[in-house]
């Protein structure tokens, strides 16, 4: 019974300091800071580096999970919307620490047209204050961040609501870019 009642009550902290630590704005990248330079495989295994988008606008959003109903709500407003957003000059990349193989499943099966890459243990989203550490779990926090053409975050999201998102993405845009 006692070892019952410690194990609860070990959970139940690691649930509550879990909770807060994920609620916890980011403070390691914000705007007017150079974004943070990554290499990582795409959903299709081929190697994506942020300098491949420079001289753009780019619109890295982190998400927790793969076919998740707020991360798919999300990633399929950003399809949805990616006309616009290629308008505005700029590109879309989702990060999230799945692997290659579950993004190049979740891409497909959602018709998603633009990169998913794979941040399989977690640095990138730990560089940009996005990693959500629970010692044997680790996800993205749901984070966005607008890169300007020359790769200074121009605009920070923490604790998206990913409803509408992408609406308040393309405003933005609009408003940064002068358009």
């Known amino acids: 019974m006692l070892i019952k009642l410690i194990m609860y009550g070990l959970l139940f902290w690691l649930a509550v300091w879990g909770y807060r630590q994920y ?6 990248v914000s705007v007017g800071m150079k974004a943070p330079a990554f290499s990582l495989p795409d959903a299709q295994g081929n190697l994506r580096q942020l300098s491949e988008w420079q ?8 998400y927790p999970k ?5 991360c798919t709500r999300e990633a399929c407003q950003f399809r949805d919307d990616i006309q616009q957003i290629h308008a505005l000059g700029a590109e879309v ?11 190049a499943a979740f891409a497909q099966k959602h018709r998603l047209s633009f990169p998913l890459l794979a941040d399989s243990n977690g640095q990138v989203a730990d560089a940009y204050g ?3 550490n629970l010692v044997v779990f ?12 020359q790769g200074v975050v121009a605009e920070s999201y923490s604790n998206v609501n990913p409803d509408g998102h992408s609406e308040a993405i393309i405003r933005d845009l609009k408003r940064l870019s002068a358009f």
Request: net charge neutral.
């Open 23 to 28: 609620q916890q704005p980011s403070t390691r």
């Open 55 to 62: 001289g753009k606008w780019l619109v890295l959003y982190f």
């Open 66 to 70: 793969d076919d998740t109903p707020g």
């Open 93 to 103: 990349v989702g990060i999230s620490v799945d692997t290659v193989a579950s993004h």
């Open 130 to 132: 996005a990693l959500f």
């Open 138 to 149: 680790q996800a993205a926090k749901r984070m966005t961040f607008i890169v300007d053409p």
